[in-house]
């Protein structure tokens, strides 16, 4: 892999280093919005609202007791009245001079995220991978025009067929479910897992089936005893973008979902505390939603690329 | 060869093919054109979803008349020209300068480039909140930042109608230059070596080789990472609706938005499908033409 040959890639040593000091800035100042928001996360209300922002800040949790607690303000006799406090959170909020009235909705929030954006990415790699095994080894016709329709159907406005979901999910009775979400979440992301994994298993060469078919496997056991074991890679890659696509997904989860089945982020803007929101719960709330995405990012970083555009661009 | 897979047993390929596309088509059929189809039917009615009992009678072509005339789309299709062509053109030129940067190959070259990715696998209407905290006039980082190189005193990003739409920009180009960078990296990274190689032989400037060879090289990647950020952002919704909602006003009232509040707000359900085709139809004229352009240079 040595290449001596020079070109702009491997340009003199000054330059080099200048393009990656440009580069190490822009890092830490893209940076900044996000650690900011952890940061916020372990401040307490009052040094959140400080000014100028406090860079150091002595750490408190309050944030997230607040992120998962409900609280009501009481007077300063009734709190005297009560026993001490059994635990760090209740002592916690105590100090504030208030009581733990109890959980907030943010764990039944977050679990719906989980359960929503699991079962998708479910269903829609599943569906996805038999659709793209089928478009990418058989001879179907107006195979282009289908495979341009799929993708076509990335370009509605979510609110644009967001109304006549909503009609037609409170007739079926699917409005505020996790099944009618799953089954919109699996539809949204269904372009995106055929595209790629069409990609993907394009690159498996045929001669693998068609030896273990020859071998006595029927059509079936060699896509799911061969192509399938081979496409792991790619199917593991495409069902973390449908994870995170559905674990982002805000219009019709803001739309479609009121108590039942609503997810995380149209939750996390609603976190209120008293005379303005609650900075530090909503940085907490922000920090536990944001870590599996960033997690799954460091774990994606080769297939990015193919992911965000579909399979378009591949390296 | 392939008569000798054929004796095997099992269904015939065709049989499996229909088998493999068929639940995928029909989950489509039925939750993405299906829909499609009877909003472009309710916008020929007055139809309203939150008026149950009441007749629905067929307008024709009112409601497009309606929006077509009306002072205000015009509007609101200005704020979303505004959005969609500041962010392009800012996503383009960092996307492409950091691209050039990162394509000269130094250590950490690709921690560094996860790192920077990082804002746009984020949940917009998330980033959208926290956002809000940073522009905060009082207490925001945002501001702080910048009264601390030149003091501008209070100002508010989101409760300004001259600021807000500049805050939507800033946000969005934050969070998506990583997807053009990210695009253009691959561009620069398939331009074979020997080009550059020839052209030092033909004792071609720094200068000119970038004009010659690597511009033409990355543009159809440029191009093609701004038709996914145009299409996505003249669709934009969770972002904006989160960090301004639309105002102060309707300072920062994009299409989409603008959409929501006509259908979500004011139930006005024939009218707001009628604006829903009115925009499906737009972003499928423009997309179609840009796929053109971007073939005819491509070829070129």
Redesign the interface.
């Known amino acids: 892999m040595m ?1 001596t ?7 003199s040593g000054f ?3 200048l ?2 000091t ?3 800035v ?2 830490v100042v ?5 650690s ?2 952890v940061a ?1 996360s372990f401040k307490s209300v009052d040094s ?6 406090e860079v150091f800040f002595e750490p408190s949790l309050e944030g997230y007791v607040n992120l998962f607690t409900n609280r009501s303000r009481q007077p300063k006799d009734y709190l005297d009245s009560l026993p001490p406090p059994d635990t760090w959170y209740e002592e916690l909020v105590r100090s504030r001079e208030m009581v733990i009235t109890g959980p907030s909705k943010f764990l039944p929030r977050y679990s719906n995220s989980l359960i929503i954006g699991f079962g998708a990415t479910f269903f829609s790699v599943f ?2 991978s ?2 793209a ?3 990418s ?4 016709p107006l195979k282009d025009d ?1 495979l341009f ?2 993708l ?2 990335r ?14 999910y409170r007739k079926l009775g699917l409005g505020d479910t996790h099944v009618g979400m799953i ?2 979440y ?2 949204v992301n ?2 995106l897992s ?1 595209w790629l994994l069409k990609g993907f298993m394009d690159e498996i060469p045929r001669e693998y089936e ?1 030896a273990a ?2 071998d ?6 060699a896509f799911f005893k061969v192509v399938l074991p081979q496409a792991t890679t790619g199917i593991a890659a495409t069902a973390i973008f449908c994870m ?1 696509f559905s ?2 997904e ?2 019709f989860a ?2 479609l979902t009121q108590f039942n089945a609503q997810t995380a ?2 939750f ?2 609603t976190i209120i505390g008293e005379g303005g ?1 609650d ?1 530090p719960a ?2 907490a709330g ?1 920090t536990l ?2 870590i599996p ?2 997690i ?3 774990v994606l ?1 080769k297939h ?2 193919r992911g ?2 579909f399979g ?2 591949r ?1 | ?1 392939k008569s ?2 054929k004796k ?4 015939s ?2 049989a ?6 068929a ?3 029909i ?2 059929l ?7 189809i ?2 472009i039917r ?1 916008s020929f009615t007055n139809f309203y ?1 939150n008026k149950i009992g009441r007749e629905v009678k067929f307008v024709g072509l009112k409601n497009y008349k309606k929006i077509l005339g009306k002072e205000e789309i015009w509007e609101k299709m200005q704020i979303t020209a505004h959005f969609v062509c500041w962010t392009l053109v800012l996503q383009a030129l960092i996307g492409l300068g ?1 691209a050039l ?8 070259n ?1 921690l ?15 980033v ?7 522009y905060n006039p ?4 945002f501001n ?1 930042v910048v009264n601390f190189f030149y003091d501008f005193g209070i100002f508010d990003m989101i409760g300004s109608s001259t600021l807000a739409p500049w805050s939507i920009v800033i946000v969005d180009t ?1 969070m998506w230059t ?2 053009t960078m ?2 253009c990296l ?4 398939s331009i074979p ?1 020997y080009l ?2 020839a052209a ?1 032989v033909d004792r071609a400037s ?1 200068w000119q ?2 004009i010659h060879i ?1 511009l033409p090289s990355v543009l159809p ?1 440029l191009l ?2 701004l038709l ?1 950020r145009g ?1 996505e952002n ?2 934009m ?2 972002l904006v ?2 960090l301004t909602s639309g105002g102060p006003g309707s300072a920062t009232e994009l ?2 938005i603008n ?2 509040r006509e ?2 707000e004011k139930w006005k ?1 024939g009218y ?2 009628a604006f ?2 009115i ?2 139809v737009t ?2 004229g423009f ?1 179609n033409v840009y796929v053109k352009v971007m073939n005819k240079i491509k070829d070129r």
């Open positions: 290449d040959s020079r070109s702009p890639s491997e340009a330059s080099r280093k393009a990656a440009i580069i190490i822009y890092m893209t940076l900044i919005p996000i900011w928001m916020t959140a609202i400080s000014y100028p922002p569906l996805g038999l659709a095994y089928a478009l080894r058989f001879r179907v289908l329709f799929i076509s159907t370009m509605f406005p979510p609110i644009a067929v967001a109304v006549p979901i909503f009609i037609m089954i919109l699996t539809v269904l372009s055929v068609e078919m020859i006595g496997y029927s059509r079936m056991q995170i674990w982002n805000y219009a803001v739309l982020p149209p996390i803007p929101l900075w909503i940085g922000t939603f944001l995405v960033m799954f990012t460091v970083r990015l690329l965000i555009t378009a661009v390296k | 060869m000798a897979v095997f047993k099992g269904l390929d065709k499996i093919a229909w088998i493999f596309i639940p995928t088509l989950l489509l039925a939750i993405n054109i299906y829909p499609l009877y909003a309710m979803a950091l940067l990162l394509n000269k190959k130094f250590k950490g690709e560094l480039t996860t790192l920077i990715v990082l804002p746009m696998m984020l949940s917009p209407a998330v959208g909140v926290f956002w809000t905290y940073l009082q207490v925001g980082l702080y934050w990583p997807f990210l695009i691959a561009g620069l990274r070596n550059y190689e030092e720094k080789q970038f690597t990647f093609l990472a996914f299409i003249f669709k919704f969770d609706a989160e299409a989409s959409l929501k259908a979500f359900t707001s499908s829903a085709v925009l499906f972003i499928f997309g």
